[in-house]
């Protein structure tokens, strides 16, 4: 058992100050009013106590970026937890088809037999091939492929079958690779793919919507040059997620709402946001949560292989090198290439810059993302819920992070 006694206790609709959480194997079993005896050793008077945070949109971090080759994903998830993270979904970029592949095969692995204290790998997040070239931004455009020639190569079983290659990737079986081979990857690891981002405006992008959806899989909007009438077509179609709202899609106008002003009408929408006070200016942020209300609302890290990084280190993005600047991290062309932030500097951002309550930003860090990924239990501090939890201290840095109810990290 484990009593962190001392804290104030973010809960889903208040702070609970001075406060005492119970751990039980798992599954926190009690919270109280009041600071009384603690374990040693769990004294937390001073600090803040909240859901562990869950990153749907991460590509990287301290040097690791999710489509290196070698055991990329169980590495993200063993440096996560020192900034909080308690869940996440391995993002990749535009890719070939082995490189899905490998990546794939890493969440399946990390899912199946995760690792002690690293942070929960949760079904993959494909920045995909399926996007508009016209705002790829740092995407590699030579991987993006048209979604009805995927969809109709599908169907016409033109995509590489094993048995003209055995188990080799596309890629490496033959020089030419199609978007119905991405499809063939994504069907063959249906449990291990989660959100798929893609441009509804593209030729047969509402059909890839449609292909998607019916296998279970969440559709997110994004990087795309769609219309505020193509981005409510795409709504019907069944897409519920958008990707870093406002980030490579056109700018909310009053006679042109477009992508950005169809999401933040509709409920059935849950939209990311980089908050990191750079890629969104704050005003703009506290106007679209107020829009769709924070249960509507994901904070995303973005983050990649230089987040935690000093300004100045190199890294990859999907094969590419990148180097860490002051606010955002940039290709060597100088085209903004993802974040540095990681999710603790997130939820400081969205408190001391942006005055949302700690309740609000505990909302969207965890508690939106957990319920939009199927996280029974997560999320939340409440009696029964999974004992995942981060431990913050007065200027928000992370002191520990719990992940079912096991020491995942602790500042030294």
């Known amino acids: 058992m484990i009593v962190l006694s001392g804290a104030e206790l973010v809960l889903p609709d208040r702070?609970?100050?001075?406060?005492?959480?119970?751990?039980?194997?798992?599954?926190?079993?009690?919270?109280?009013?009041?600071?009384?005896?603690?374990?040693?050793?769990?004294?937390?008077?001073?600090?803040?106590?909240?859901?562990?945070?869950?990153?749907?949109?991460?590509?990287?971090?301290?040097?690791?970026?999710v489509l290196d080759s070698g055991g990329a994903v169980p590495a993200l998830a063993a440096?996560?937890?020192r900034y909080g993270v308690t869940a996440f979904c391995p993002t990749t970029v535009a890719c070939a088809p082995d490189a899905i592949r490998r990546v794939l095969a890493d969440v399946r692995q990390a899912r199946a037999v995760p690792e002690p204290r690293a942070a929960r790998v949760?079904?993959?997040?494909?920045?995909?091939?399926?996007?508009?070239?016209?705002?790829?931004?740092?995407?590699?455009?030579?991987?993006?492929?048209?979604a009805r020639a995927a969809l109709d190569g599908w169907t016409a079983g033109e995509c590489l079958r094993p048995e003209r290659g055995g188990d080799?990737?596309?890629?490496?079986?033959?020089?030419?690779?199609?978007?119905?081979?991405?499809?063939?990857?994504?069907?063959?690891?249906?449990?291990?793919?989660?959100?798929?981002?893609?441009?509804?405006?593209?030729?047969?992008?509402?059909?890839?919507?449609?292909?998607l959806t019916a296998r279970g899989h969440l559709v997110s909007l994004g990087h795309s040059a769609a219309s505020y009438d193509d981005a409510l077509a795409a709504i019907g179609a069944g897409?519920?997620?958008?990707?870093?709202?406002?980030?490579r899609m056109p700018p909310l106008g009053h006679r042109s709402p477009g992508l950005a002003g169809a999401v933040l009408q509709t409920d059935d929408v849950a939209a990311e946001l980089i908050c990191d006070g750079f890629h969104v200016h704050p005003a703009l942020v506290r106007t679209a949560v107020?829009?769709?209300?924070?249960?509507?609302?994901?904070?995303?890290?973005?983050?990649?292989?230089?987040?935690?990084?000093?300004?100045g280190s190199r890294g990859m993005l999907g094969g590419r090198s990148i180097t860490a600047a002051e606010s955002a991290a940039?290709?060597?062309?100088?085209?903004l290439a993802g974040s540095v932030v990681t999710m603790d500097r997130a939820f400081r951002t969205l408190v001391e810059r942006m005055d949302f309550s700690l309740v609000d930003a505990a909302t969207m860090c965890s508690t939106t993302p957990a319920r939009e990924m199927g996280l029974v239990g997560h999320g939340v501090l409440a009696v029964d819920a999974v004992a995942d939890l981060v431990v913050l201290d007065a200027r928000f840095s992370v002191v520990q992070t719990y992940i079912g109810g096991q020491l995942g990290f602790t500042r030294r």
């Open 122 to 146: 949760l079904p993959a997040h494909l920045e995909s091939n399926f996007i508009s070239p016209d705002f790829a931004g740092a995407q590699p455009r030579a991987c993006l492929r048209s």
């Open 15 to 65: 702070i609970l100050t001075p406060g005492t959480i119970v751990i039980d194997g798992d599954r926190i079993t009690e919270i109280r009013q009041g600071a009384g005896p603690a374990a040693p050793g769990f004294a937390f008077h001073g600090h803040y106590i909240l859901p562990g945070f869950v990153d749907v949109h991460v590509h990287g971090v301290d040097g690791v970026d």
């Open 330 to 335: 940039h290709l060597d062309d100088g085209t």
């Open 290 to 311: 107020a829009a769709k209300r924070p249960a509507r609302m994901m904070a995303i890290s973005d983050g990649t292989s230089v987040s935690g990084l000093p300004v």
């Open 168 to 211: 080799q990737p596309p890629s490496e079986r033959e020089p030419g690779w199609g978007g119905a081979d991405i499809l063939r990857e994504i069907e063959r690891a249906a449990p291990d793919v989660g959100i798929v981002t893609l441009a509804p405006e593209i030729a047969g992008g509402l059909d890839l919507i449609a292909w």
């Open 239 to 247: 897409a519920r997620q958008a990707t870093h709202l406002f980030n």
């Open 79 to 81: 440096r996560l937890p």
